[in-house]
């Protein structure tokens, strides 16, 4: 059996490895595809220490740094379930069974998309997923959030204090924001809220130069010309293979305590599939790192 399994090559699984290795003891990771989000990911400014950096670069180098340890890495292995027996036993999508005594769970996120003509085609070209990373790109331009949810106005209001002008289309006739986040979101000079749109396609040559949607009560469609468009309808967690064999909040986010624990004994979890408040690769890599510690901990006392 391994001391320490990892599930989930991204950032999180990553450093959580390589803080098992280190510690001298079995290590394994299983990943679905190693890099996790990261993989998908342009421009990274926001890595403390590096400028300026490319997601598959930042990639490569985390596997560097993984292969130098003796670190048993089964790549594009999918993981289907997980049991506490006298042995934490992971059962992959092949049929295989993995035994282990602590496991470090992290599988990370993916953004809801919304679907419409344009997202995929623009991604990365004026289409964005994340304010705190991309945000600083639109600087002087015009941009959209879609969704008016708490993440959507948060977006917004970030946003309005560096780009020129914020359009929140949300679908519901209502934003479903907190109040005070509302009331700021309404205090601003540079920010149209509308409501009850739906968003038909993103437009653009080579990259996004606007979006249409439709107003659901009239059902005219309005056209708006802007740099960037940034989806805020939910960051979903990678854990509904998990069922409820552990603690898991509405979202689906991974309870986790200080060390990283998790509610199944000798299980613990990491990143964004956690319910961390903030979801960012530095964060991730952190938070790994406390799972690692947390299940050497565990496992001294055991
Ligand atoms: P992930 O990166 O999501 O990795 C999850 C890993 O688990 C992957 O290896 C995946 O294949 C694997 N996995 C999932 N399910 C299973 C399963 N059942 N079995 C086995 N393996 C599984 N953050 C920043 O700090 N700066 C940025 O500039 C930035 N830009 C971003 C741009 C985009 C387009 C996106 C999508 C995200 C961006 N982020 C950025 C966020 C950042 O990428 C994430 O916070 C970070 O990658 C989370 O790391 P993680 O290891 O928790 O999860």
């Given amino acids: 059996p391994y001391d320490v399994l990892v599930v989930g090559g991204g950032p999180a699984g990553a450093s959580a490895a390589i803080y098992a290795a280190r510690k001298g003891i079995r290590t394994g990771l299983v990943a679905e595809r190693f890099g996790g989000q990261v993989m998908d990911t342009l421009g990274i400014e926001n890595f403390i220490s590096m400028t300026k950096t490319e997601g598959p ?19 594009l292995q999918r993981a289907k379930g997980l049991e506490k027996k006298d042995l934490v036993e992971l059962e992959l999508e092949n049929g295989a069974v993995l035994k282990s005594k602590t496991v470090i769970l992290s599988t990370g996120a993916r953004w809801r998309n919304v679907g419409v003509p344009g997202e995929a085609e623009f991604k990365n070209k004026g289409v964005a997923y994340c304010p705190h990373c991309d945000g600083p790109l639109f600087e002087g331009k015009d941009v959209a959030v879609i969704g008016g949810g708490n993440s959507g106005v948060e977006a917004a209001i970030d946003l309005a204090g560096i780009v020129k002008h914020v359009t929140v289309l949300e679908f519901m006739p209502e934003l479903k924001a907190d109040a005070v986040l509302q009331e700021r979101l309404n205090s601003l000079p540079n920010v149209t809220v509308v409501k009850n749109a739906q968003t038909k396609e ?10 249409t949607y439709i107003d659901r009560a009239t059902e005219e469609e309005h056209h708006v010309e802007l740099a960037g468009v940034f989806v805020q ?19 689906g986010e991974i309870v ?6 998790t509610s199944m004994p000798g299980v613990f979890a990491a990143g964004d599939c956690t319910d961390s408040a903030y979801k960012q690769i530095i964060i991730s890599m952190g938070s790994g790192a406390t799972a690692s510690l947390g299940a050497f901990d565990y496992m001294i006392r055991n």
Avoid: F
Avoid at 202 to 211: A, E, F, H, M
């Fill in 57 to 75: 670069k930042l990639v490569a180098s985390l596997e560097e740094h993984v292969k130098d340890y003796n670190i048993d890495v089964m790549n």
């Fill in 256 to 261: 986790v305590d200080k060390h990283g624990a």
């Fill in 233 to 251: 309808i939910g960051l979903v967690p990678n854990t509904e293979w998990l069922g409820d064999s552990l603690e898991k909040t509405r979202m």
């Fill in 202 to 211: 993103i437009t653009g040559t080579d990259k996004v130069n606007g979006i």
